[in-house]
């Protein structure tokens, strides 16, 4: 009778999948399993458990599911683990199964995987088993467990799992052999475990939709009549003959969508044939005139330097996003730019077939460019731009260059926690990245005890008179000041007494009396002059406010640098400077005058660049070599490239591969400094705190740039023996003793 109810189980299956199979077949046995104590489409198997109705767990569940087709994983997460919470309901395995699958997209792998083990364990009959096996071998492969991995998908061949995810498994399998991901020993336990000719069947089948999934449909084809011809009746023939590539898992697995794995055999690729020399796309301005193209011509030619010193690895496909006017004065609308962009992103993608993206080079043509990579599913690496949120529009999307956030962050952290600042002022420019940077710098000194006492703004190139600004400033600074110190004056200790006892009348003579007399004169004469010449009180406006403990000068150009600390001075605010990214002008700094040098000696800012370090000074020293020029931002396309080339050298040759393998760099050492992608976001964490000396030279902070805590030492000499004993401090006298 079991064997019987087996075997109904799996047809039933199978006709949850669409394949052939008349009605008249599938009510009866319907009908039978009913009668049994079984139906074939239970949301929970728990066994003999009893299951309560809850209708706000079906509300959780449906805000959750929602939650996670939205890619709003966070809140999806809490909705599931409420639900897990509850006494056993009609939801209680989905909810574990979902749990996994929030977990695994917010990269936690080992806790996605024990999840998944968990509801095996605890919900042994439930139809999300299979799911729950799949959901660990994918986290078993991000965790590198490859055998692990193969055995799972194993397990899915070896039962009546649905037809799809039998389906999934086989791809994943054949990925992980044809790879050498596992050795003789690891495949020939699999095959103990799901025998001969389910592996064999698993691998031909697998090995014609991994194939197709990569997007090479001639070897797909091949692999798939093979698979019709050595196994004619084999449970995926219907799959292979027609083409069948259903997306999404079971639909009883509420996730709707097919797992997206940062492993070949789940990705999209480059669209490059086997064997081609792969392409890496460099979207960048290359015509026209003025800065644009400056700045591609330098992040071009840094791209071509990492190339050429890994051996050529790859072929470098330009698509020029710049354009041409000749001598016309053409003011180009933003929209016909954007446009250009779009057109050469899809060009690169669908017509060159490039691995990744180096570019563009602004953040407006970033956030075109990003959107149709990231629809591909092609890594887009951004060298320069600095817009927040950039990288939040998909998870191929990485930027090199700090976001405002960060930057602010840092310089916060630095201000209150090191330098124990708490009275703080911020001048931003009027646009969104001075917005972002103060609400992130405030929101930072605030948690660390600090406060940002005032907050300023300015229009970015155009604003030339600060005058307004610094008197607002000083306003705030004379509020902070401590009130003056009480100045009565003080009896002299050393003024002549005598014994009240003691009455001496003396008779005054001729004499004193007259002297008496002038001494009188002259003084009543002298204060009539000190009344004439008496001076006004002081003009407050000359008076240095030195309450206000830094002010935070943020700029998007350098000319806005080296005007507002001149004017800062002007107004007699003696502060510490801080300062964002933009700061780092070495060279500029340099050709200053050395009266203007002044203004910002001391100043402390935020730089994730430096020409002092290791690898910038070799790529610098290699690069002048090369081409026989400045480096300018070429070193930005150099790490770009330098990330592509590593992840290829790696392995991760396949786009959602090397998407993956880029989400997880940490401390690389590149030529623009040390490349961090901060977790759960893709933009680069990694800032040093430099220093501007009285030489004008940019120089990382140092341990005796810091305030200096020791107590102080009050002590006597023992070279001061004629100090009365009384006169010594408590800790001398028990000393002595």
């Known amino acids: 009778m079991m064997e019987f109810i087996r075997l109904a189980k799996i047809v039933l299956f199978e006709y949850e999948w669409k394949l052939p199979m008349t009605r008249s077949l599938v009510m009866p046995l319907t009908f039978l399993l009913f009668f049994l104590g079984m139906t074939p489409a239970e949301g929970d198997r728990t066994g003999r458990r009893e299951l309560a109705y809850s209708s706000e767990a079906e509300k959780l569940f449906t805000r959750g599911v929602s ?17 897990l919470e509850f006494p056993l309901h009609q939801r209680s395995s989905a909810s574990q199964l979902m749990l996994g699958k929030v977990l ?31 959901l660990a071998g994918d986290c078993y492969y991000v965790l590198r467990r490859y055998a692990e991995a193969a055995m799972q998908y194993g397990r899915i061949m070896a039962s009546p799992a649905p037809l799809l995810l039998q389906a999934q498994a086989a791809e ?31 691998l031909l089948f697998g090995e014609g939709r991994w194939y197709r999934r990569l997007g090479w449909e001639a070897q797909s ?4 009549q093979r698979y019709l011809d050595e196994v004619p009746e084999g449970i995926f023939s219907n799959m292979a003959a027609v083409g069948y590539e259903a997306e999404g898992g079971n639909p009883a697995s509420i996730g709707g969508e097919d797992w997206v794995l940062p492993i070949p055999a789940g990705e999209e690729t480059s669209g490059y044939k086997e064997g081609e020399i792969p ?7 290359l015509s026209g005139t003025g800065f644009q193209r400056q700045v591609g011509e330098e992040l071009y030619a840094g791209v071509q330097l990492a190339n050429e010193q890994a051996g050529e690895p790859f072929e470098l496909v330009v698509a020029d996003i710049g354009i041409e006017y000749g001598n016309l004065p053409i003011d180009e609308i933003e929209s016909s730019r954007l446009l250009r962009v779009v057109q050469q992103t899809r060009r690169l993608i669908d017509g060159e077939g490039v691995l990744a993206i180096v570019g563009p080079v602004f953040s407006s043509d970033c956030v075109a460019a990003a959107v149709v990579a990231e629809a591909a599913g092609i890594p887009l690496i951004a060298p320069l731009a600095d817009q927040s949120g950039l990288d939040l529009l998909g998870e191929n999307i990485f930027q090199l260059h700090a976001i405002p956030e960060v930057q602010a962050q840092a310089l916060g952290e630095y201000a209150t926690l090191v330098l124990g600042l708490q009275d703080l002022v911020v001048i931003a420019p009027l646009t969104d990245y001075g917005w972002n940077f103060e609400r992130e710098f405030s929101r930072v000194a605030a948690a660390n005890g600090g406060e940002v006492v005032h907050v300023d703004w300015y229009v970015p190139e155009v604003t030339k008179d600060f005058r307004h600004v610094f008197e607002s400033i000083r306003q705030v600074g004379f509020s902070l000041m401590p009130p003056p110190e009480d100045t009565l004056a003080v009896v002299d200790s050393l003024e002549w007494t005598v014994d009240d006892s003691v009455q001496v009348e003396e008779e005054p003579s001729f004499l004193t009396e007259l002297l008496a007399g002038l001494e009188g004169e002259e003084e009543i004469t002298g204060s009539v002059e000190e009344e004439e010449e008496e001076e006004a009180p002081p003009d407050s406006s000359e008076i240095f406010i030195d309450s206000i403990d830094a002010i935070a000068i943020i700029v998007e150009s350098f000319e806005d640098a080296e005007r507002i600390p001149q004017q800062l001075r002007f107004h007699r605010l003696e502060t510490q400077i801080l300062g964002n990214d933009i700061w780092y002008e070495p060279e500029a700094i340099r050709q200053m005058r050395s009266r203007d040098r002044e203004n910002i000696e001391g100043a402390i800012f935020v730089s994730g660049y430096q020409e002092t370090h290791s690898a910038t000074r070799k790529f610098i020293d290699a690069f002048r070599r090369r081409f026989a020029r400045d480096v300018g931002y070429a070193a930005y396309g150099y790490d770009a ?20 393998w880029l989400a997880a760099v940490r401390d690389f050492d590149g030529a623009s400094g040390s490349i961090s992608f ?22 990382p902070l140092e341990s005796r740039d810091l305030p200096d805590l020791s107590p102080i030492e009050m002590y006597i000499s023992d070279g001061d023996p004629d100090l009365p004993r009384a006169d010594l401090p408590e800790e001398e006298l028990r000393r002595d003793e």
């Open 678 to 699: 901060v977790r759960d976001r893709r933009t680069n964490g990694e800032l040093a705190l430099l220093k501007i000396d009285p030489r004008g030279r940019i120089r």
């Open 67 to 83: 939650a996670y087709r939205k890619q709003n994983f966070q809140q999806a997460r809490e909705q599931f683990q409420k639900l």
């Open 104 to 134: 695994f997209r917010l990269r936690e792998y080992a806790p996605a995987l024990e999840v998944a083990r968990a509801l095996e364990k605890r919900f042994a009959d439930s139809r999300y088993v299979a799911d729950a096996r799949l």
């Open 172 to 202: 994943r399998l054949a990925a992980i052999v044809k790879n050498g991901s596992i050795n003789e020993e690891g495949v020939a336990n699999v095959r103990a475990a799901i025998g001969e000719n389910r592996l064999r069947e698993s």
């Open 221 to 224: 084809q091949i692999a798939m």
């Open 279 to 285: 392409r890496l796309g460099l979207l960048l301005p």
């Open 641 to 660: 490239a330098s990330l592509v080339v590593n992840g290829w050298r790696e392995g991760q040759q396949v786009a959602g591969a090397l998407r993956g």
